[in-house]
């Protein structure tokens, strides 16, 4: 892997796992994360066990599925589990039976409005089965009776997650999170494990990083609360910024979604870059939340998390159904979504408060940081050297800096580094 | 009386109480006291003697008024007090004398851009007569001789005022003021007493108060310093949100009138009622004021009072005027206004501070809050639901949840119920 | 001198001086300063050595010029020192050489967009020598050889600058600071000196000055580096408002510009100044500074100094340029900088918290301030004291009233003193 076709190699990731029948638990959860940790060796996968209590949950048996059809009078399988795994409702119960058109409705999931597209549903607390189909293929079935079978089984079983732990020189810690439970679809939710795995690896070629980097891989929503039942005390203390990772594969736009307040290093951070890097892109508020960021910013949690995405879950058409798949997502657009994020990494690493080291504007002309001669305009390519200075006073950090004088920070670095290494500026 | 036909009741109320000539003090106030007392036996009519000081002013002598006309030389009463009370000065000196024309207009006051209107004028503080009449009255006075009466006298006295105490479970205390001073118009003022007897009845209905409700109804600008030197320390302490009740009998429009800096719980609400209620509401700033929020919201004083009118003092043609009628106001205009504070009085019934029993998203699923099927948009009836949970962390109160997630509050009291019962959130 | 034809008089100043061949140090400075004194006598010329080191600058030497020219071969004078001073590089070092066009080249500076306008260029810090001239004298020098000669000389010597103390009642001072060290030019920099000169005799002219005042002219930058350095402890002990004053004398339009944060009492009051006699003026940031506030807000020392200019330094197209001359400013223009700062300095000696003697209003009416009769609309005239008065919180100064009350301060100040006298407030 290099990093120059690092869209290929994610897509390529994505096109291997995609097949995988995923859910909440289960074998297809644990053959995606041994694929992971062939990637990436410090990946941790940990599990929980069935009746395992997490705050106000408790974690279920696992569901392993075996085969799943309808057959009509012909004994014809006119819809089949094997074809595509979203046409059974997730954890759905055994079912061997003879059903009529009508009985058989009450059991069929199909999206009216989008009539070629297999929904997802599932019903992970509440014993059922059922089939998922498209309005179309629904629209086929005669009346008559069909052949419906569900070879499930519930058994105690295991919740896997996965842990990353990348140690920097500081035991404060940045938190990413990604999730891994969802069957044959991309954007959401492939994108989002593959791209945390992409920078993962990144993350482990950083020199000297400042930080430490919790990284972790965990069902949506049942596996961010074990996961914050289990270590809440120690992310309060430790972790000072932190992304979500989810929905950041397609290439349509670029997709901001806050913390609660939306007052977080890291809500100022995905500003930032996507302001500077993406100015189009779309600002969602608290009230449009659906994903991790709901545990991880509940009342009383409240880490700084925000969202980096590329087309938002529950914002685009295909979300949750069979059209999420290869090719509503690209390289570009996985690669896109990793830049904005390895760039919000960089300001954390880059993010110090500033303090001048003299009084009033230093002389730069004699450090050869400034124009000799005073031409009128001359001092124009010093300008933004000089803006950064005038607010070196101790409690703006880089960040507060770059938004002050309207720069992107990254072209900010450069500069700090020679006035650092000039004494003119230290980092506090 | 039903609360059902509230808005003719207090329409008839006000229809009674119309013809009695009230004045900063008097006779017509007690006249119109005395009728309150009928509806609300707790009313206790209270009075202060003249010469009695409060803070910067003096209780002045009571005005008598017996009889006041001008009188043609043909001995034709062609003004006279017996046809409107608005017709005199209040608080005018005796006079006996014949007058040229030209004498007289010194002592007359009419309104030469709403020439059918009788204005009205009072002068409390300083002595002297002199009559109102139309503009159309006035331009027929002929010149000659004209014989003045105003049979009028002043004596020790009181000023009345009406105090009613609602006790709740708490000792901290709602405000609510209107007044009783203003001759025969009825938007200001007949509509303000009339409307807060009529809230005054209804809150003695609420069963369990939470709070302890004081109500006066006092002179307005006197009467209100009065009260404020009789129990300022007293009214500090305990009063956490009031209403200055006025101008609020016509269906024109809704309006706000904030406290001194805008910022009281009585403005927070004041505000969510009417956005949800009447969105076109005018929103006037504290420089428009003009009643006793003058005095409760006075520098040291400082009491949380802010203003829901319908129509405005001063910013209506007939304010002031003859032309405030009953044919201004109107049953579905008192009605309007009545409730538009009742739903603010629920709102500080109402307005506590939630918190989440649980770490992260209580399961509402198997409480039969939530959908147990997770299919595309399964969730939205839950949402409003999950969004205030998202809030309840023990900082927001419910008033600032529902601004926060741009909800009508009083659609959040049975979810509220719902979620206290269901112990996922609790009362702090 | 008068106050009545102060332009004129500032106008004749600016006259007399511009001619002087200023720079950073030397004998044109002393003569400059030299005149003014003769204005105002408590002006004190100071002075430090070549070698003085202020923060992280040192004094260089003093640079005396003698002749400056460029000959033809006919032995013409064609670019001569002596016809405009701008004409040689400040700082230039001596030169006596025959040079052809492309070697002298090298040496010339000129604006190809303004072509008729000689540039002002300076080398304060590295040696070189260099002319300057308009774009269409040197596209009239052919090929050939040329004789430059500089007669210049460096020399240990001082660098001067003055300073003027006002006493007031309090030690608390109003610092207001303006630059001399450049050559012919007006607006910049003629402008500014003359300004606080005329500024300066006129703060000497209030009675019972509430503040001290303490104005210094010094060179730009360099000169508020080294006053800086020797006086940072007591001007952050004692100024809490203060003016840095330059290019304030065309009157074209007005222009503010803030102090690093933009939040000091100076902004304010340059703000409320502009806002009332100057609405359309412009507003620039701080990312647009590039006078001395760079030094006295730099961090660490943050001086409140904010700037009212006319047209703004680097944003006419005569700036620093031969066509900055005495056609650019006018009487007018420099008095209406003038006024501007005069008002701003009579809201800083007005600008009191205030405080009411008494609860609720006060009854105004008894003291001849309120009518007595009460009409509709009779109160308008009293609004804006009632207005003031009901923020006499002791929490508000004047300026923020005036502010709240959408009034220009001085408005106020005569009602502030009728309602100080009558004791219905009182000053803190």
């Given at each position: ?43 941790e ?20 599925i075996e ?24 954890y ?40 998922c ?16 079978v569900?070879k ?30 969802h ?5 959401n ?19 000297d ?20 039942s289990?270590?809440l005390?120690?992310l ?26 939306g ?11 996507l302001?500077h ?17 709901r ?37 570009e ?18 993010n ?23 031409v009128?305009?001359?001092a124009?390519?010093a300008r ?14 880089l960040?507060?800096i ?8 990254w ?18």
């Amino acid at each position: 892997m290099t990093e120059k076709n690092i869209g290929n190699v994610m897509y390529g990731w994505a096109k291997d796992l995609f097949p995988i029948n995923r859910s909440l638990m289960g074998a297809g959860v644990r053959e995606t994360f041994n694929y992971f940790k062939n990637i990436i060796p410090e990946l941790e996968i940990k599990s929980v066990s069935t009746g395992y209590k997490a705050f106000d949950w408790t974690v279920p048996e696992e569901w392993e599925i075996e085969e799943a059809y309808i057959e009509n009078k012909d004994g014809e399988r006119i819809i089949d589990f094997k074809t595509n795994n979203l046409h059974v409702v997730g954890y759905s119960e055994p079912v061997d039976e003879w059903l009529n058109l009508d009985e058989l409705e009450n059991h069929l999931y199909s999206l009216p409005e989008q009539p070629d597209a297999i929904p997802y549903v599932t019903s992970y607390y509440k014993k059922r089965w059922g089939f998922c189909l498209s309005e179309n293929q629904r629209r086929k079935l005669e009346p008559g009776d069909y052949h419906v079978v569900v070879k499930s089984s519930f058994k105690e079983g295991v919740l896997n997650y996965g842990e990353i732990i990348l140690p920097g020189k500081s035991s404060k810690e940045v938190f990413l999170s990604s999730y891994v439970c969802h069957p044959s679809m991309a954007n959401n939710e492939l994108s989002g494990p593959v791209v945390t795995i992409a920078l993962t690896n990144w993350i482990r070629t950083l020199q000297d990083r400042n930080y430490t980097y919790r990284i972790v891989l965990i069902p949506e929503t049942l596996g961010s609360i074990i996961y914050l039942s289990k270590h809440l005390e120690e992310l309060k203390e430790k972790v000072f910024a932190g992304f979500n990772i989810t929905c950041i594969g397609d290439d349509r736009c670029y997709s901001y979604l806050p913390s609660r307040e939306g007052n977080t290093l890291s809500d100022q951070i995905a500003l930032h870059v996507l302001q500077h890097t993406a100015p189009n892109f779309k600002k969602y508020t608290w009230l449009d939340r659906g994903s991790d960021e709901r545990q991880y910013c509940a009342p009383g949690v409240d880490l700084p998390m925000a969202t980096i995405m590329r087309s938002k879950y529950g914002e685009y058409p295909e979300y949750h159904t069979s059209d999420d798949n290869l090719d509503l997502i690209s390289p570009e657009g996985l690669e896109g979504g990793l830049n904005a994020l390895k760039k919000a990494i960089e300001v954390i690493e880059h993010n110090a408060v500033l303090k001048s080291t003299v009084y009033c504007e230093p002389q730069l002309g004699k450090r050869g940081l400034y124009p000799t001669v005073s031409v009128k305009g001359s001092a124009n390519e010093a300008r933004r050297m000089m803006n950064l200075i005038s607010y070196c006073d101790g409690e703006h950090s880089l960040l507060q800096i770059a938004n002050k004088i309207n720069a992107p920070i990254w072209d900010l670095y450069a500069i700090v580094d020679k006035l650092v290494e000039n004494k003119v500026i230290k980092v506090l």
